[in-house]
Every structure is written in C-alpha cells, then in structure tokens.
T-cell receptor, first 118, second 115 residues
Framework: AQKITQTQPGMFVQEKEAVTLDCTYD???????LFWYKQPSSGEMIFLIY??????QNATEGRYSLNFQKARKSANLVISASQLGDSAMYFC???????????????FGQGTTLQVKP | DVKVTQSSRYLVKRTGEKVFLECVQD?????MFWYRQDPGLGLRLIYF???????EKGDIPEGYSVSREKKERFSLILESASTNQTSMYLC??????????????FGPGTRLTVT
C-alpha cells in the first residue's frame, strides 16, 4: 500500500544555514509524483515543489530543492539559507499514477515542524 | 489569484450537534477534498468529490457525510458531533485529469472544537 513517512517530528536550524527534511515513500506504481507543502501557523497549505518519478533531474524552486533518490525511495526537501519565515510545518505527499492522476488524490506524511533560530 | 475559502476559521460546537463546514473554490476545479489534520497523523482524507453530486469515501469517512450540489461548493457534515471530531479541517481542490504534477489548492482551514 502507498505510504509516506516523515520521521522527524521537529527540527531546529540556525538562520542562514541549510536544512534537510526527510521523506521516504512506499509504492509499487512505477509512475508517481512527490510534493512538498509548507503550513505556516496561519494554517493554509502552500505548495513548494514537485518531483515526478521519471524526472531525471532533482527539482529546484528558488531556495527549495528536492533530493530525489529513487532506489532508496526518498524525497528529502532541502532548504538553503534558512530564513525566519521558513518556520512552519512541512508535509511530504505522494500521488500514484494508477487512477489517482484523475482523482488528484494525495497521500500525506505526518509532517515535520521546522523552527529557524535567529 | 486562485482561491479556496472555508466558511469559518474557528468553530465551537456541542456534542450531538449537527455541524456544517462549507468550502468554496473559484478555479472551476472538478475535484474537491476534505481532510482532517491531527498532530502526529498528518492530513487524512475524509471524502472527496470528482463531480457535482459525486462523492467517494476517503480513509476516515466514519461519522462524516458530504454534499456537492454545485461545482464550486463542497460541504462536510458532522451528523452528530463528538469530542473525537475536534480537529483542524482542511478543504482542497484540483483539476481532474491534471496529471501527476497538478497540485491541490487548499483553504485556510477550520479549527473545530466539540465540547
């Protein structure tokens, strides 16, 4: 069964340093997509970055990059040069290609709370 | 700018009350979703809908029902609220057939407390 695991409930990082948030997934579908969302204390989920299972390159969006290791089934989020505004909860999510690309269903991990220290 | 709105940010209800949570999107999306978010459990899918009057159960539908009479509106109903339904409820929408990469757009959430 498809599953997403985030093993770090909480993390601290010093401002301006880089931080890696871990995400591992499990699926038997060769076609899938991986997402990262940010949830500030206001509650709204903000889409950050996407990686497709067939993408050859790791996805990048500004200070966010996704370290995609297909054989290890991991999709870690790397935030470079952390800012105070990066303090939030971060969720990893997956969509399988079998059927879900039309329904748009996502499976979410448990989330990691990141706190950036000044 | 795309928008998903939810009727209330905070809601306090009594045990046994019937509760309606409303969600409206202005993106003409076919798919709409209701999740509940609890600490340590992430987001869990309650119900989703891929068309008007169509609905499918998610992972935790017990104690909930939904209604989708118009494309832009998706309602979550707690027929008889219980204290274990105290949670954050998030609504989302997405395109149908959008492919693997199309993200879900989320509303601001409703924090429901059942006393």
């Amino acid at each position: 069964a498809q599953k997403i695991t985030q093993t770090q409930p909480g993390m601290f990082v010093q401002e301006k340093e880089a931080v890696t948030l871990d995400c591992t997934y499990d699926t038997s579908d060769p076609s899938y997509g991986l997402f990262w969302y940010k949830q500030p204390s206001s509650g709204e989920m903000i889409f950050l970055i996407y990686q497709g299972s067939y993408d050859q390159q790791n996805a990048t969006e500004g200070r966010y990059s996704l370290n995609f290791q297909k054989a290890r089934k991991s999709a870690n989020l790397v935030i470079s040069a952390s800012q105070l505004g990066d303090s939030a909860m971060y969720f990893c999510a997956m969509r399988e290609g079998r059927g879900s690309s039309n329904t748009g269903k996502l499976i979410f991990g448990q989330g990691t709370t990141l706190q950036v220290k000044p | 700018d795309v928008k998903v709105t939810q009727s209330s940010r905070y809601l306090v209800k009594r045990t046994g009350e019937k509760v309606f949570l409303e969600c409206v999107q202005d993106m003409d999306h076919e798919n709409m979703f209701w999740y509940r978010q609890d600490p340590g459990l992430g987001l869990r899918l309650i119900y989703f809908s891929y068309d008007v009057k169509m609905k499918e159960k998610g992972d935790i539908p017990e104690g909930y029902s939904v209604s989708r009479e118009k494309k832009e509106r998706f309602s979550l109903i707690l027929e008889s609220a219980s204290t274990n339904q105290t949670s954050m409820y998030l609504c989302a929408s997405s395109l149908i057939g959008g492919g693997l990469s199309y993200e879900q757009y989320f509303g601001p959430g409703t924090r429901l407390t059942v006393t």
